[in-house]
């Protein structure tokens, strides 16, 4: 029962963020970005089996494996926002072409690491997607929040001289 709903849990996530990626959105940079990917993690990480005991070894290289893959996307994913500022000083984001392209990678890594822990027949966790969901959230915001603080640095010089 609780993979069916981590599965829910991920699906609404995916689902909400994949919605919101592609509509404006004004940029408040002293947003709690990083409560949703916690609240994942802390979810994730409260399975016991989220290492696969009969091959902990393999289980643990496959999830570092796939944190490391999350990482590098969330930041690539991180880069693909076009943000721009508007006449009132405000940044605004949106996710362009190759925000789609960046979901359409991670989509075929985490598919071929789920295909490669089927392989080496490691159980893998629902939670191991969601801690991996919240690692990729996570960097994707530290990335978009640290691109929109440098884009306002000029812009708040300005308006204090």
């Known amino acids: 029962m609780v993979g069916l709903v981590n599965i829910l849990v991920i699906l609404a996530v995916v689902a909400l963020i994949a919605r919101r990626q592609f509509q404006a959105r004004k940029i408040d940079t002293e947003r709690r970005f990083w409560l949703l990917p916690l609240i994942l993690g802390a979810l994730a990480l409260r399975d016991p089996h989220l290492i696969d005991p009969a091959h902990k070894t393999a289980a643990i290289a496959l999830l570092a494996g796939s944190v490391v893959v999350v990482l590098a996307m969330g930041s690539v994913w991180g880069w693909t926002v076009r943000l721009w500022h508007e006449r009132d000083g ?4 949106k996710g362009t072409a190759a925000t789609v392209a960046a979901w359409a990678g991670l989509i075929a890594m985490r598919v071929g690491l789920y295909g490669l822990g089927s392989a080496l027949h490691i159980h893998q966790s629902s939670n191991a997607l969601l801690l991996t969901l919240g690692v990729l959230l996570l960097t ?3 990335v978009v929040n640290w691109r929109a603080r440098a884009l306002d640095a000029p812009h708040s010089l300005r308006a204090v001289a």
């Open 90 to 93: 405000s940044i605004w984001a």
């Open 140 to 142: 994707r915001g530290v």
